[in-house]
C-alpha cells in the first residue's frame, strides 16, 4: 500500500524510495501542479516528500491529508544526500506518523503539528 508521495525535485532512483510504499509523481505526470499534486496526495492520504517549501506552507495551513516531508538540506552532492537521508530515515518516517509536517535538516528534525 502505498504511504509517500515523492515530488519531482527529489531524485527518482533512489534505494530508500523503492518499495511498494512508494509513489513518485514522475511515474503519475512530472507537469502536475503544487495544487494539482495537493489534491492527489489528499485523495490518495499520502504524504508529500519534497523539497518544495510551497508545500510546507500548505501544510501549515491546513489539516491532514496530506502530510508533508520537507527536506531541506541545501545543496549537497548526491552521494552526501544519500548517505544523511539514509541514516535518518526511518526516525523521519516515525516523525510523520504523529506530525503533520516534518521538516529535515542535515542537523535536525522538527516535527510540527
Not at 53 to 73: G, M, W
Not at 103 to 108: A, E, G, H, L, P
Request: hydrophobic fraction near 40%; charge should be negative; charged fraction near 30%.
Amino acid at each position: 500500500m502505498k504511504k509517500y508521495l515523492i515530488d519531482v525535485n527529489l531524485p527518482r532512483y533512489f534505494s530508500l524510495w523503492s518499495s511498494d510504499e512508494y509513489e513518485h509523481v514522475i511515474n503519475i505526470n512530472d507537469e502536475l501542479k503544487d495544487s494539482e499534486i495537493w489534491l492527489y496526495a489528499k485523495q490518495q492520504q499520502l504524504t508529500i516528500v519534497t523539497k518544495d517549501a510551497d508545500f510546507s506552507e500548505l501544510a501549515l495551513l491546513n489539516e491532514p491529508p496530506p502530510k508533508v516531508i520537507h527536506i531541506k538540506f541545501g545543496n549537497m552532492k548526491m552521494r552526501e544526500f544519500h548517505q544523511l537521508l539514509s541514516k535518518i530515515w526511518p526516525g523521519v518516517c516515525e516523525l510523520s506518523e504523529n506530525y503533520k509536517l516534518v521538516r529535515v535538516y542535515q542537523d535536525r528534525i522538527e516535527g510540527i503539528d
